[in-house]
T-cell receptor
Framework: DVKVTQSSRYLVKRTGEKVFLECVQD?????MFWYRQDPGLGLRLIYF???????EKGDIPEGYSVSREKKERFSLILESASTNQTSMYLC?????????????FGPGTRLTVT | GQNIDQPTEMTATEGAIVQINCTYQ??????LFWYQQHAGEAPTFLSY??LDGLEEKGRFSSFLSRSKGYSYLLLKELQMKDSASYLC??????????WGAGTKLIIKP
């Protein structure tokens, strides 16, 4: 059974804190993605990675960075959390081949920045 | 710009049929996905269309017309567990995935 796990379901942080969101997949997928999801908006891509140590900016990378040191793990970092980063964060993975294959999503992390 | 349009919310009755539409304007086209997302949960894959026509999978079917930039998801014999948001997403010519905002489907007994 395919699985994508995220380190926390709920997280509350203070403005200015550095925040780490971890994502692990056990499907040996090459592609991994970080999205945020806000009411009334579609999923918005923050960063993605097609290989270890490789990263590409998505549509809204400002205020975020990522790390992919191992194939199965993709981390999202909020360097200095701000209230406008309060959101649901979803990690996903897919096999290689661009976006012609379905993405498998983790359960999401609901982050609140106060 | 790139855009995907879906109705924000729809209501249907248990046992009935509902059609959720999706129209898109993207720079090229390399496939269209439908995902289901229950409240507070992750999206899960429902269907993928790359050629025109209807793809049937049990109670769910998905239709695509590339010339019209249009797709729909058809849900038959609605069950209460079908209450969820349904997300339409299109892969453009650069193989980037563009997501719609989703349609919240409410099923009433």
């Amino acid at each position: 059974d395919v699985k994508v796990t995220q380190s926390s379901r709920y997280l509350v942080k203070r403005t200015g804190e550095k925040v780490f969101l971890e994502c692990v997949q056990d499907m040996d997928h090459e592609n991994m993605f970080w999205y945020r999801q806000d009411p009334g908006l579609g999923l918005r891509l923050i960063y993605f990675s097609y290989d270890v140590k490789m990263k590409e900016k998505g549509d809204i990378p400002e205020g975020y960075s990522v790390s992919r040191e191992k194939k199965e793990r993709f981390s999202l970092i909020l360097e200095s959390a701000s209230t406008n980063q309060t959101s649901m964060y979803l990690c996903a993975s897919s096999p290689s081949g661009g976006n012609s294959y379905e993405q498998y999503f983790g359960p999401g992390t609901r982050l609140t920045v106060t | 710009g790139q855009n995907i349009d879906q109705p924000t919310e729809m209501t249907a009755t248990e046992g009935a049929i509902v059609q959720i539409n999706c129209t898109y304007q993207t720079s090229g086209f390399n496939g269209l996905f439908w995902y289901q997302q229950h409240a507070g949960e992750a999206p899960t894959f429902l269907s993928y269309n790359v050629l025109d026509g209807l793809e049937e999978k049990g109670r769910f079917s998905s239709f695509l017309s590339r010339s019209k930039g249009y797709s729909y998801l058809l849900l038959k014999e609605l069950q209460m567990k079908d209450s969820a948001s349904y997300l339409c997403a299109v892969t453009d010519s650069n193989y980037q995935l563009i997501w719609g905002a989703g349609t919240k489907l409410i099923i009433k007994p």
